[in-house]
Structures are given as structure tokens and as C-alpha cells.
């Protein structure tokens, strides 16, 4: 009924832009509903932790799992240089010596792209092959889009953050969720679309 509306020769192009709107928006609520809402089993040990930048609750875990002995070294990635680790336990209300020593701060990521580029670097130089990445369970999915392009011999364990102001549950209904959401899935499929064309780009061995 609606297309007998557009002028014949915009049928088509319509047809296609609204089939397109509705696989966007079918994909998105897949993308919410599929968001992690837990963490993975604690007793998962790794040889490190990386944490993304980005809010002071992804601190305070990554300092607690590398406490509790779940890897041997902590890699904060996107760090904003001048930063020193000491700063960085304050932030998340995190004390002691016993950390500073195993905690390692990235400066080069600006993005989350960098982040994985900048993390495959250093597990590389560390020589280790399996890394907990602690993220916000919204940023989870992107993340390891990079994290597996840039990483693909590194098992990764996922450990999703829930950000107390993200509200998953009916998330259209509040504003500030909803925008994150909307503005993480299309990075998300951006991602996807990268990944898959620098993928049919790699020479076959």
C-alpha cells in the first residue's frame, strides 16, 4: 500500500531501503538482547588481564582479578600519557604495592582498534597465549571483533562490566541507554564489515 505512494521508478529503491531499515533494526534488538549481563566463572585463569579505558569500574576489576591471581600481568590499554599506576588504583579506589608491580600502561590506543593492536604488541613481547578482556558488557562485542582480528592465536576470555547507569532492561525507554546502544551496534557492524574485508584482503599461504 505504501509503495503504491512512490513515483514506479523509486519503487524499487524504496522497497530495498525499507527492508534494509527493518534488517538494521531487527539486528539491533538481537545486538542488545545479546549483550553479556555476567561476568564469566571466576575460576578461569589466564597468563593476562587487559582493561579498555574507560571508567573507573573496569579498574577496580581488573585490579581485583589480578589480585585474586587470575594472570600474571595487567595490561591497561589507552592510558592518557603522564598517567602513572599510582594514579590509576586512587581512581579506582585501589591500594598496595602488590600491584604495582605486575600492572603495565599502554599509551598509543586512541580507539578500540588501538587498543587490540596495542595489547597484540605487548602480549607478543610477553610471549603469552591467553588474555581476560575487561571491557563494559555494551563494548564487550566490538572489542573482540578487534581483539580476534588482531590476536588470532590468543585465546580470549570475555569479562563484561555492567556500568551502573546502563540500564539493559528496556533500554529503549531510557534515553542515555538507548543512544549507546544505538551508536555501539552500528560501530559494531562497522567492525564486522572491516574485519571481513581485510580478511578476503590476506594472501592465501
Not at 33 to 52: C, G
Not at 93 to 108: A, R
Not at 181 to 205: D, W
Request: charged share 20%; net charge neutral; with cysteine.
Amino acid at each position: 500500500m505504501i509503495l503504491r505512494l512512490v513515483p514506479r521508478p523509486l519503487r524499487t529503491p524504496t522497497l530495498v531501503g525499507l527492508v534494509a531499515a527493518l534488517l538494521w533494526a531487527g539486528g539491533l534488538f538481537v545486538f542488545a538482547a545479546s549483550l553479556p549481563r555476567q561476568a564469566p566463572d571466576d575460576s578461569i585463569t589466564t597468563d593476562a588481564i587487559v582493561v579498555l579505558t574507560g571508567g573507573s569500574e573496569r579498574l577496580s576489576v581488573g585490579f581485583d582479578l589480578l589480585r585474586a591471581g587470575k594472570a600474571r600481568k595487567l595490561f591497561i590499554s589507552g592510558v592518557y600519557r603522564g598517567v602513572e599506576v599510582r594514579e590509576l588504583l586512587a581512581l579506582s579506589s585501589k591500594s598496595g604495592n602488590d600491584l604495582e608491580c605486575c600492572v603495565v600502561l599502554g599509551y598509543d590506543a586512541d580507539d578500540t582498534e588501538g587498543n587490540a593492536v596495542e595489547t597484540a604488541r605487548w602480549m607478543e613481547d610477553e610471549g603469552f597465549h591467553s588474555l581476560r578482556v575487561v571491557t563494559a558488557n555494551y563494548h564487550m562485542p566490538r572489542s573482540l571483533v578487534e581483539f580476534r582480528r588482531a590476536l588470532p592465536g590468543v585465546t580470549l576470555v570475555p569479562h563484561p562490566v555492567s556500568p551502573v547507569k546502563v540500564r539493559l532492561d528496556g533500554w529503549w525507554s531510557w534515553p542515555g541507554t538507548a543512544e549507546l546502544i544505538v551508536g555501539e551496534y552500528s560501530k559494531y557492524l562497522l567492525a564486522l564489515v572491516r574485519a571481513a574485508l581485510l580478511s578476503s584482503r590476506q594472501p592465501i599461504a
